[in-house]
């Protein structure tokens, strides 16, 4: 059996306004949400912008994931975003260092 990743992401709309998704391909899934066959939620809220993804070993860790995020506010969501964020610019600056 082929084990697939699983993905938590939140897009923002034009609008500002966040969208929390679940998939197991994320670049498919982002696809479907700019052309609009992702979400109802998404559609016409473009143009879409990808700010965090997590990616899972299990379905399950991920939906629970996902729920959690769904139920913070709109400031908690913007507080995970900007450690992911965080996280990211120091993985990058350790990478460079390692590389060096």
């Known amino acids: 059996m082929q084990s697939s990743n699983h993905y938590v ?3 923002q709309c034009g609008d500002g306004s966040y969208y929390t998704g ?3 391909d994320l ?3 982002l696809a479907q949400h700019e052309c609009g ?4 939620y998404t559609r016409g809220r473009g143009p879409l912008t990808l700010v965090y993804q ?3 070993k299990t379905k399950r860790e991920a939906m629970q994931v996902e729920y959690q995020i769904k139920q913070r506010s709109r400031a908690q969501k913007e507080k995970i975003i900007k450690e992911e964020r965080q996280n990211h610019v120091e993985s990058t600056k350790l990478q460079r260092d390692r590389d060096r």
């Open 22 to 24: 679940y998939t197991t």
């Open 27 to 29: 670049s498919h899934r």
């Open 9 to 11: 992401y939140i897009v």
């Open 37 to 40: 066959k992702g979400a109802k």
């Open 54 to 56: 997590a990616e899972f």
